[in-house]
């Protein structure tokens, strides 16, 4: 039986090919993009799953409200990780990272900038699974001045993975021993780091100092352990340690401080969910959000069934050509059950076909959805064997869900009246193929919506003025190399035709240094009148070179010597501190946290207008500028018409200066751009998965026009004969179809609002959902449908009508 049940399906596909193969496509399509979005969901899902302890490790996070600043990071004091495996028995092991800004090595006579560097704890490997490849865990990271490489980094310069007791000149001055070579970092890691140098290098390491928060900390409970009573005990803690250094520096308890709403909490976030469910301040690496799974999974789905709904509509617009096939046998004795198998056959046969397909092109999309998603996914059944069965159980729900419609519909028709010719049920009385129309149509122009938004939010991000002007500045990253002839490298660049300043800072608004400090209002530190504020060391063209503007006071001047102990203060630093005419006070800082006796009294000499420092996601807070020295990078404000010719000038006179050190340079408004490169990203998919749902959504309309045409046939001739005009019948039959889309758009208007509305809540600046998105949205899904139904239509429309009024 099943045998006959494939040749007759075989059969009935060969002979409708133009329907079939659009069926196979449909399918196929939708089945494509639903696997990569499996694929992609699955690889969300699994980071750091590769560590063998993933489940008991935890990261130790803190929350601090302090001077009206209140921020969550991923970071904690020095003494955090030693003190906790020390107090807590549920805690097995721990390890902290220390984020190094990248070093400069030498080898033999190059000198190389490394990016992907950190320092960390001997107990590193007793955390992380990372195989040793040359080398010994436990000894590895013990000594200072040690450093473990990743395999690609140990063949980079050594050509080999067994480099244990080489070694490296370090920013010129220090000699760092290899003493260990791991594997290369998963991709499914939420740090990806090339080398790791021994945390004991840094004295800062050992500073017992509870105030200052640097140290991503990490720590693995023992079996059992509950995470939620060991959080219970960090208020503690916090009292038994941080207690007496806040009395001391600031003169007040922690209950004082509680009063004043301020507050130092930690909590502990698991290792599996900081890829997805964290964005915090100095994160290890960027990461990306639970939101992004939960609406890709959500539009695989409905992709799916839009496909699906396709192979409904397309079935039963064809279902004409198969009524007298059923009339004849019914009559023949064939029961319902039977029918129902048959066409539930061919759909099963269809939707194993499509899977082929869509296996096809999902090998040919990977390479381009993984460039578009910044991914490396494979699709690999033997590493991943349990993706066959679900690949299978996936056609059978397909087929079932795209079939089912179909054969019971089929399968019901009365014998005598298909025989006679009366079919019940045109187009204008099927409400279920029209609310599936409609269904298709709100998904489409809620992608439709979306990618238009995210755009246009992405858009005003890149044109918004963030307070600074990020166009035509290089910087120079890490002046290091240069020394002390830094100053000298800025006095000789400014020289150059088309250098119109320079100025030398760690501090840029595009990059991730930060120094957070209390200043206070009063020489007595009362801690009522402090600010917790970004304080940053800037030379006197710091501002000019960036383009900010000044809206009170000047900038620094060599002309003022006394500028060594003056102070800028952003708007909003101003705010904070109640100031009217903040020009000529003082303010009060402790340089070093270690010693709180010796305050620095400033004087206020200007209002530099706020400006974006951190990302576009968060509103400005205050923010300080010093006059001092800072070795990071060399930032050029530059405007020549003979760029190449310029930088090859700047790159000649650097490497004139710092022979062997590596010429690295970036323009700003990239650097700017790329803290918004998970957003381009998703924008970028979004609207690839938009067009994919456009398609399917236009093959449904195909099958939908094929079938009105159809069941009008007569009703067309008749007109033509009467004189209706091709133009008069093509707008007859495709007005039933522009009500369907506007209907959808109605459904669809508020429901994207919605999405897209909550979607820009995480922009504390953000562009609004013009009305005209809405109007582009539905306009956009009306001409494609028209389009689409145009060709069916225009086609039944020129038809010679003795033909058509022969059809009965």
Avoid at 548 to 560: D, I, L, P, T, W
Avoid at 698 to 724: D, N, P, S, W
Wanted: glycine share 6%; hydrophobic share 45%; net charge positive.
């Amino acid at each position: 039986m099943i045998k006959n049940y494939l040749k007759i399906a075989f059969r009935k596909i060969w002979k409708s090919k133009g329907f079939s193969a659009i069926n196979i496509i449909g399918l196929a399509i939708g089945l494509a993009t639903c696997l990569l979005i499996m694929l992609f969901v699955l690889d969300e899902l699994g980071y750091d799953r590769h560590n063998k302890k993933a489940d008991r490790i935890y990261r130790v996070d803190t929350d601090i409200k302090f001077a009206g600043n209140h921020f969550i990071s991923a970071v904690t004091p020095d003494p955090m990780g030693p003190t906790l495996k020390k107090d807590f028995p549920q805690i097995e092991q721990f390890v902290r990272f220390r984020s190094a800004g990248g070093l400069l090595l030498k080898k033999d006579y190059e000198n190389v900038q490394e990016n992907r560097v950190v320092y960390a704890d001997s107990t590193l490997f007793d955390v992380f699974t990372l195989p040793m490849l040359d080398g010994d865990a436990k000894t590895a990271l013990q000594e200072p001045n040690s450093l473990v490489l990743t395999a690609t980094t140990a063949r980079k310069y050594f050509n080999t993975t067994q480099a244990v007791g080489k070694s490296f000149l370090v920013d010129n001055q220090h000699t760092y021993k290899v003493t260990g070579v791991i594997q290369d970092i998963p991709s499914q890691s939420h740090f990806k780091f090339d080398i790791f140098v021994s945390l004991a290098t840094l004295e800062e390491s050992r500073r017992n100092n509870w105030l200052s928060n640097n140290f991503n900390t990490y720590v693995v409970l023992k079996e059992g352990a509950n995470p939620k009573q060991i959080e219970a005990q960090f208020d503690a803690l916090v009292i038994k340690y941080l207690g007496p250094q806040v009395r001391q520096f600031l003169s007040a308890s922690l209950d004082d401080l509680k009063k004043s709403g301020s507050h130092v909490k930690h909590s502990l976030t698991p290792l599996t969910s900081i890829h997805l469910h964290s964005d915090k301040i100095a994160e290890l690496g960027a990461t990306s959000s639970i939101q992004y799974v939960y609406i890709f999974s959500a539009i695989a789905f409905f992709i799916l069934l839009i496909a699906c709904v396709n192979f409904m509509n397309l079935s039963t617009a064809r279902s004409a050509n198969r009524a007298r096939e059923v009339g004849v046998r019914k009559v023949l004795g064939s029961l319902k059950s039977n029918l129902v198998k048959q066409f539930l056959t061919e759909s099963m046969l269809i939707s194993c076909m499509a899977l082929v397909l869509a296996l096809l092109l999902t090998f040919a999309m990977l390479p381009y959805f993984n460039d578009l998603a910044a991914k490396n996914i494979t699709l690999n059944f033997r590493a991943t064997p349990w993706l066959i069965p679900i690949l299978l159980l996936l056609v059978l729900i397909t087929g079932m869900l795209a079939g089912s419609y179909p054969a019971f519909y089929l399968s019901s028709f009365k014998p005598i009246q298909v025989i006679k010719g009366k079919l019940a049920g045109g187009f204008k009385r099927s409400w279920l193929r029209s609310s599936l129309v409609v269904f298709q149509f709100v998904i489409s122009i809620v992608l439709i919506i979306a990618t238009i938004v995210i755009y246009k939010q992405l858009h005003f991000i890149q044109s918004h003025k963030p307070g600074f002007n990020r166009d035509q500045v290089a910087i120079i990253h890490n002046s290091g190399p240069l020394g002390s002839k830094a100053r000298l490298f800025t006095e000789e660049v400014v020289k150059l035709a088309g250098v119109e300043n320079a100025t030398i800072s760690g501090y840029l608004p595009t990059n991730s240094w930060r120094n957070d400090n209390p200043v206070f209002a009063d020489p007595t530190l009362d801690r009522r009148r402090a600010v917790s504020m970004q304080t940053w060391d800037v030379d006197d063209q710091y501002i000019p070179t960036l383009g900010m503007e000044m809206v009170a006071g000047r900038n620094f001047s060599k002309q003022f010597p006394t500028d060594s102990s003056a102070i800028i203060i952003n708007e909003a630093a101003a705010k904070m501190y109640g100031f009217t005419d903040p020009i000529g006070k003082s303010l009060y800082f402790i340089r070093d946290i270690n010693k709180p006796a010796e305050v620095s009294a400033l004087h206020i000499v200007g209002i530099v207008k706020d400006f974006n420092f951190s990302s576009l996601r968060q509103h400005v807070t205050p923010l300080a500028l010093m006059l001092g020295e800072n070795q990071g990078n060399v930032a050029l404000r530059i405007k020549s018409k003979h760029l190449p010719n310029l930088l090859a000038k700047i790159e000649h006179l650097y490497k004139a200066i710092a022979p062997g050190a590596p010429f690295d340079l970036t323009f700003m408004d990239e650097d700017f751009n790329n803290q918004y490169r998970t957003e381009q990203r998703m924008g970028a998919i979004a609207i690839t998965f938009s067009v994919l749902a456009i398609l399917i959504a236009c093959l449904g309309l195909f099958g939908l026009a094929a079938y009105a045409a159809e069941q009008r046939t007569k009703e067309i001739g008749i007109r033509k004969v009467l004189g209706a005009t091709v133009s008069n019948i093509t707008a007859m039959l495709s007005k039933d179809f522009l009500k369907l889309v506007i209907i959808a758009a109605v459904i669809a208007f508020p429901l994207a609002w919605w999405i897209m509305y909550s979607w820009l809540q995480d922009f504390a600046y953000r562009a609004p959902i013009s009305w005209w998105v809405f109007i582009m949205a539905g306009s956009l899904a009306a001409g494609i449908a028209i389009v689409t139904v145009s060709f069916q239509t225009i086609k039944a429309a020129i038809m010679n009508p003795v033909k058509s009024l022969r059809t009965e």
